[in-house]
């Protein structure tokens, strides 16, 4: 069954089990104990840290291994904004950053610190002048990702660096999604990652903080790691951890090459295979094996169980899950279509003929489900012109609202309007995006009764 959702967890790199079962025998005892067992225990202990340092561009006492990848970004962010508390308590970060980010800035600002959002443009990525434009004398920290992780858009690190290193500014960059592939560059002040993401073990984090950044650990002192990351080290997942990364990083060229013809293809055939698809992402400053597309008038998660029936693991970066209705603040702030995503990120080895398998499965998953929500065909005959219609989905949910447009956007005349009313928090979202794929003009909001309206205007 082929496995595409390596951007969520890579399966676990060979190098990663023989260093994982051969400092399980090594690798036990306590490191900071000065009998033979914990000397042998250190000495993996401090090979691992400078192999991952040599990886990610720093000395091996920047670097220190934490409990998570969030983990790692919860220690940065609360570490430096603590080191920098005399500069102020301002964050500046991109709309699109990982939850963990996130998450940090509402703590911050529950505590009474403030945070800006730096926009994305369509493909996801920031302008680093706006970027830049947003530090401020009290800005203590910026954060921005090196590659997102919905949608795969590598972000201008390099260039945000120079404008955060002339302002004084530390910049920490989670780079969880690229680090396999390759060193960030660029005068980033702190970086956090997670093994999981390049083939190592769950359960280890890296925080790579480098010298001269003003950083003071926040909770009880802790001896472990230079006092950066408490308790118990697990050098076994460790040692695992950092043989992998030394291991991706070697097949990292040659791999990235393989896989970025493979996304190419499925680039290039969704939109042909299958009506009404859009890709979504940059297509060009984008991480190698990672391809994310947009279904109109499908839900993600739908097609997400249909493929999996069909023996495809995939990923769904749709607005909402079963637990949350939460749209995805990603596609959100990028203006696409928040409905009916599919991700596909391959895991190195992937083959031409999965690849092919899959294309061959999408086209029927999506119009059977398309089928079942009494989507609109590609070529439906028009019903007679009205001056303008208006479309009531209270209380159901996207892509139905979406649906509903699409079915009677030609019953009135070019220059007409359509307004849809509905109380689905990502109607607001979606509606606007269907407009920019299929080239009618999105009038705005309005408020209604119940719910909002929103107004469509055919413009072909």
């Known amino acids: 069954m082929p ?18 079962l051969a400092s399980l025998d090594e690798g036990w005892a306590d490191p900071a104990r000065l009998y033979r067992e914990g000397r042998r225990a250190a000495m993996l202990l401090d090979a691992a840290r400078e192999t991952a340092a040599e990886a990610v561009g ?49 703590a911050l600002e529950a505590e009474g610190g403030s945070s800006t959002e730096v926009p994305v443009d369509r493909t996801g990525a920031v ?45 920490l960059v ?3 999604q690229s680090l396999g592939w390759g ?65 991706v990083r070697a097949e990292a060229a040659e791999e990235a090459a393989r896989l970025r013809l493979l996304v190419d293809r499925v680039r290039a055939a969704v939109g042909t295979l299958v009506p009404d698809v859009e890709v979504v992402g940059d297509p060009v ?10 279904c109109l008038y499908v839900d993600g998660e739908t097609v997400l169980h249909e493929l999996d029936r069909a023996g495809f693991s995939v990923s769904s970066g749709s607005s909402c899950t079963s ?79 979406v649906i509903e447009l699409a079915k009677v956007i030609e019953g009135v005349p070019v220059g007409g309007t359509v307004t849809v009313l509905s109380d689905d928090e990502a109607a607001r979202l979606d509606i606007p995006a269907w407009c920019a794929m299929r080239e009618q003009e999105y009038v705005g909001e309005e408020p209604a009764e119940r719910g909002s309206a929103y107004v469509v205007r055919r413009l072909v």
């Open 323 to 401: 637990s949350t209705l939460t749209p995805s603040h990603v596609l959100k702030a990028m203006g696409v279509l928040t409905e009916g995503n599919v991700r596909l990120s391959l895991p190195a080895g992937t083959t031409e003929e999965e690849v092919d398998g899959f294309l061959a499965v999408l086209p029927g998953v999506v119009a059977g489900v398309r089928e079942r929500l009494g989507a609109p065909a590609p070529a439906s005959a028009s019903p007679a012109a009205r001056a303008s219609l208006v479309v009531d989905t209270l209380g159901r949910r996207c892509p139905i609202p």
């Open 174 to 176: 989670d780079a969880a």
């Open 127 to 171: 302008d680093p002048a706006a970027y830049g434009g947003a530090l401020r004398a009290d800005t203590a920290l910026a954060c921005l990702q090196s590659a997102n992780h919905e949608v795969g858009t590598e972000q201008p690190v390099e260039e945000t660096a120079e404008l955060c290193a002339d302002a004084g500014v530390p910049l």
């Open 58 to 106: 720093c000395r091996p006492d920047e670097l220190v291994f934490t409990s998570s990848g969030t983990r790692a970004v919860h220690s940065a962010v609360a570490g430096a904004l603590s080191g920098r508390r005399r500069v102020g308590r301002h964050l500046v970060l991109s709309a699109v950053e990982h939850s963990s980010v996130l998450h940090a800035a509402a």
């Open 285 to 294: 400053r984008r991480l190698p094996h990672l391809v994310t597309f947009s």
């Open 183 to 247: 060193p960030v560059p660029g005068r980033w002040s702190l970086m956090a990652a997670s093994a999981h993401k390049w083939g190592g073990p769950a359960g280890v984090g890296l925080l790579a903080v480098r010298k001269g950044v003003r950083f003071a650990p926040r909770g009880p002192a802790d001896e472990r790691e230079s006092g950066r990351a408490a308790g118990y080290e697990n050098i076994p997942a460790i040692v695992a951890a950092a043989a992998s990364l030394r291991a």
């Open 3 to 20: 496995y595409f959702d390596a951007a969520s967890s890579a399966p676990l790199h060979p190098v990663a089990r023989q260093a994982l």
